[in-house]
Structure formats: C-alpha cells, structure tokens
C-alpha cells in the first residue's frame, strides 16, 4: 500500500522560515519524482516545486530563490526548506509522488504566514 504523508507545516511569520517533509512508502523511492503543490483558500492548486530522482530541483517563479529542495533516498523522504516566508504563501501543501505510470498524493500539511 501506498502512503504519501507531510509534516511540517505550521505558522511562521513574515520572513520566517519552514521545512516541510514528505515521506513516501510503498514506492521505490529513488526513482520517483517529488513534487510540491500548495492550495489558497479559494483558488486553485498550484504547482510549487520538483524534486527529481537525481536530486535536481526546479521552483516556481513566486517561490525561486527563497525554496529550496533535497531528498533523502534512504529515508524514503524528500524535503521542501521554504525561507523568507510570505503571507501569500499561505496554505495547504501537498506532496505528490510520481514513479512510472502512478502518482500518490498526500494529504496536505497547512503552512500560515501572517503577522
């Protein structure tokens, strides 16, 4: 069975920093690939961040520079370290993984930013 959970989330404030992990079982691990999606209140999931099966990453324009991402293939967990948070970073991410013809997602872990 398949399990796709994250962990990490929370409240920060503006500026402030959060590391979100993702930990995938039931997968061979290595050769899947890590992706980052966050949801607003009223609008639409987006796409976050890449994490590939070599460890290269790629971000999205409102998030470069300020997330970075890493896996850990022996733990089966891939992590999103998100920096100079923002308010409009608010919301709940999720993690999905990708390996060959499945993807599994993740139930979500809220990150807020406020003041």
């Known amino acids: 069975q398949v399990r796709v959970l994250e962990s990490g989330g929370g409240f920060a404030q503006p500026g402030g920093s959060l590391r979100l992990s993702c930990a995938a079982s039931?997968?061979?691990?290595?050769?899947?690939?890590i992706s980052w999606y966050r949801q607003a209140p009223g609008k639409q999931r987006e796409w976050v961040a890449d994490?590939?099966?070599?460890?290269?990453?790629r971000f999205a324009n409102a998030v470069k520079g300020r997330f970075t991402g890493s896996r850990d293939n022996a733990k089966d967990t891939a992590y999103l370290q998100m920096n100079n948070l923002q308010p409009e970073d608010t919301g709940l991410y999720y993690c999905?993984?990708?390996?060959?013809?499945?993807?599994?997602w993740g139930q979500g872990t809220q990150v807020t930013v406020s003041s």
């Open positions: 999905r993984a990708a390996g060959g013809a499945t993807i599994h």
């Open positions: 039931g997968v061979t691990f290595s050769i899947t690939v």
């Open positions: 994490i590939n099966q070599g460890n290269s990453t």
